[in-house]
């Protein structure tokens, strides 16, 4: 398989050491608007056949929406792992189906977090009933852009999809502010807002925790990724996915959730 890599930073360097591993060729490292310009004629003189070649994508949430459309405009399918665009994703999705292209969106590709996801899931959904209180913390490196990460988000949001005690979420909401009284047996009870954390310190790779904590007892689900290859080997394992298919895909589709 053919690659081109958006974005060549230090989750670029990272995609590109994985690809090669896993015996791919790498046509193209882009890391500026002058260089993307180029990339049509790279990409025919490279090769004719553009289902040969998938672009991933790991730039910054300014140029991720750009990056996209330019996939698109050359019928280059693109796996993305940048993440704070997604308020655009209605018109993206839009878009990729109306023109037969292919996308593969995640904020996570690490598998192991995913897996983490399904939990968080289903630890939403149980603990509704039962008088625990939510809440979610993610920390990374001082670097990181979004806050809270997109990881987070979707954490966040998976837990108000399945638990009806939380109808939002709200960065850095101190977990006190969040608890209120009964008007029957003024018991602590959670409120509709579920609090998220986010910390930037030294050189994090990512940390996200949700706890589920009543008076009697504390649940934790925690996953820290160590490097960045986790993220990487998962983004390579969508293109190699992605080879060849049409349409719209996530990290369901490649596990088969």
């Known amino acids: 398989m053919n690659i081109i890599i958006l974005g060549y930073g230090k989750m670029g360097h990272e995609v590109e050491q994985v690809a090669l591993q896993r015996g791919?060729?790498?046509?193209?490292?882009?890391?500026?608007?002058?260089?993307?310009?180029?990339?049509?004629?790279?990409?025919?003189?490279?090769?004719s056949?553009?289902?040969?070649?998938?672009?991933?994508?790991?730039?910054?949430?300014?140029?991720a929406l750009n990056n996209i459309y330019r996939c698109f405009d050359m019928n280059i399918p693109v796996v993305c792992g940048t993440t704070a665009w997604y308020q655009h994703l209605d018109e993206v999705k839009s878009r990729c189906e109306n023109e037969n292209q292919a996308l593969f969106y995640a904020p996570n590709f690490s598998i192991g977090m995913n897996i983490m996801?399904?939990?968080?899931?289903?630890?939403?959904?149980?603990?509704?009933?039962?008088?625990?209180?939510?809440?979610?913390?993610?920390?990374?490196?001082?670097?990181?852009?979004?806050?809270?990460?997109?990881?987070?988000?979707?954490?966040?949001e998976d837990i108000i999809e399945n638990n009806d005690?939380?109808?939002?979420?709200?960065?850095?909401?101190?977990?006190?502010?969040?608890?209120?009284?009964?008007?029957?047996?003024?018991?602590?009870?959670?409120?509709?807002?579920?609090?998220v954390e986010a910390i930037r310190?030294?050189?994090?790779?990512?940390?996200?925790?949700?706890?589920?904590?009543?008076?009697c007892d504390i649940i934790q689900l925690r996953h820290e990724a160590f490097s960045?290859?986790?993220?990487?080997?998962?983004?390579?394992?969508?293109?190699?996915?992605?080879?060849?298919?049409?349409?719209?895909?996530?990290?369901?589709n490649l596990l088969k959730i």
């Open 24 to 47: 791919h060729i790498i046509i193209a490292r882009i890391d500026n608007s002058s260089e993307l310009e180029n990339l049509k004629t790279l990409k025919s003189e490279k090769r």
């Open 49 to 63: 056949d553009s289902e040969e070649v998938v672009a991933i994508e790991f730039s910054t949430p300014a140029t």
């Open 117 to 156: 996801f399904m939990l968080n899931k289903q630890l939403a959904k149980l603990s509704e009933n039962y008088n625990y209180r939510l809440s979610l913390t993610e920390t990374h490196h001082i670097h990181k852009l979004d806050k809270p990460s997109g990881t987070a988000v979707k954490l966040a």
């Open 165 to 195: 005690n939380y109808k939002s979420w709200e960065l850095n909401q101190l977990t006190i502010d969040n608890l209120q009284l009964t008007s029957n047996n003024e018991q602590l009870t959670i409120s509709k807002v579920l609090p």
């Open 201 to 215: 310190e030294g050189d994090v790779f990512g940390i996200h925790e949700v706890k589920a904590e009543s008076d």
């Open 228 to 252: 960045r290859k986790g993220f990487a080997t998962g983004a390579v394992i969508a293109a190699e996915f992605l080879l060849g298919k049409k349409g719209i895909f996530t990290m369901e």
